[in-house]
């Protein structure tokens, strides 16, 4: 069974920093791009970045030299490195599978296996 789990939100202040990571079971992560998507309250949920299978990076413009992402493969994991974190940046973040392996990121709704999402808020 195809799955993705999110951990790793929670509370912070304007400025620091968080992980999150998304383990994936029941199919093997590398082989396909992962987003991350994001959805404040009352808002349209939006892409945050991308990894590809091949390791291209694409951003969002508002978190460009402040997040990244990675993966750890022998963990079947990927991670989204927060820094510099903003009020604004306060949503739910789900990690997401494109539903065919080996593509580049593209739209969203290329991914097809959502994870459950983990509350991150900055706030002072």
């Known amino acids: 069974q195809v799955q993705l789990v999110e951990s790793g939100g929670g509370l912070v202040q304007p400025g620091g920093s968080l992980r999150l990571s998304c383990a994936a079971s029941g199919f093997t992560l590398d082989d396909y791009a992962i987003g991350w998507f994001r959805q404040a309250p009352g808002k349209e949920r939006e892409g945050v970045l991308c990894?590809?299978?091949?390791?291209?990076?694409y951003y969002a413009d508002s978190v460009k030299g402040r997040f990244t992402t990675s993966r750890d493969n022998a963990k079947n994991t990927v991670y989204l490195q927060m820094n510099s974190l903003k009020p604004e940046d306060t949503a739910v973040y789900y990690c997401a599978a494109d539903l065919i392996p080996g593509r580049l990121c593209g739209s969203s709704r290329r991914f097809g296996s959502w994870g459950q999402g983990t509350q991150v808020t900055v706030s002072s």
């Open positions: 990894i590809s299978s091949s390791g291209s990076l």
